[in-house]
């Protein structure tokens, strides 16, 4: 559904709970270029870096295959990145959102390669429509998308609206705010990579678990070489009031 507001075009999906195109063959991935993955990566280490600073009940999943019809199970997704929040029981291997303690994703995102463009723009906002998720983000570095979808752009984001709906909130070349995170997002290393900030100008970045490491080892040695300052400090104070107390005694 295209509606028109404020003089711009709005796109809201509403979708069926189940189609044909989407039966998913298990076992069967799409190849992956580097670049797709370190990118994947990126966002799944700062996704958990950041549940594990915050202690929530969540956790963050790469691949993982989404369902959500249980009559059926081969209806679904396998999103690039997707993080759920609670989580459901550990030794999960899919998420089936009609089974208790697994709930539909939070946010679900999506890296555009070469091999998965028009699905991922034609095709994977219908199917998270459908499973529930509450945000969408798609993101094509490289403007791989079709025309057809109002392609290609950068950064995409879609967010639930209601029961049935998604809205594309944003597309653009990025910043764009996260409702569902409280945060922006913002695209980095030159246009390759997508990370999460506290402010649009991407200065506040989300750490990922190494920059955690590197921060808190500059901030152990700083504070070593405060105390050994410090130290030093006193030890020069002492040998002075020695001095001191040496030049007042009669000889």
């Known amino acids: ?24 063959v298990d076992g069967v991935t799409m190849p992956e270029t580097a670049e797709h993955r370190e990118a994947t990566k990126l966002l799944e280490d700062v996704f958990a870096t950041w549940i594990a600073a915050t202690q929530r009940d969540a956790k963050v ?17 396998d999103p690039d990145v997707m993080l759920v ?18 709930a539909a994703p939070r946010v679900v995102v999506e890296f555009v390669s070469l ?22 983000w798609v993101f094509d570095p ?24 998604l809205r594309q909130v944003y597309r653009g070349d990025g910043p764009a705010f996260s409702r569902e995170l409280g945060a922006w997002l913002v695209v980095t290393e030159g246009g390759a990579a997508l990370r999460i900030a506290n402010d649009r100008d991407g200065r506040d970045l989300w750490p990922t678990r190494e920059e955690v490491a590197l921060r808190k080892g ?30 007042s005694v009669p000889r």
């Open 61 to 77: 999943y790469g691949n993982m295959a989404l369902r959500w019809v249980e009559a059926r199970p081969q209806i679904g997704s």
């Open 85 to 102: 929040e609670p989580a459901p029981p550990k030794g999960t291997r899919s998420l089936r959102t009609w089974v208790p303690g697994h």
């Open 115 to 136: 091999d998965t463009a028009s699905t991922d723009y034609l095709d994977k906002p219908a199917r998270y429509t459908a499973a529930g998720a509450r945000e969408l």
């Open 1 to 24: 559904m295209v509606q028109r507001t404020r003089g711009v075009l709005e796109v809201v999906y509403e979708v069926p709970f189940s189609d044909d195109g989407w039966v998913v």
């Open 142 to 165: 490289q403007k791989l998308g079709p025309r057809a979808a109002m392609g290609p752009c950068v950064l995409q984001v879609f967010r639930r609206i209601r029961e049935g709906r």
């Open 218 to 247: 500059a901030e152990a040695a700083a504070e070593a070489a405060a105390e050994r300052a410090r130290l030093e400090a006193r030890l020069a104070a002492a040998e002075e009031a020695l001095r001191a107390v040496g030049a």
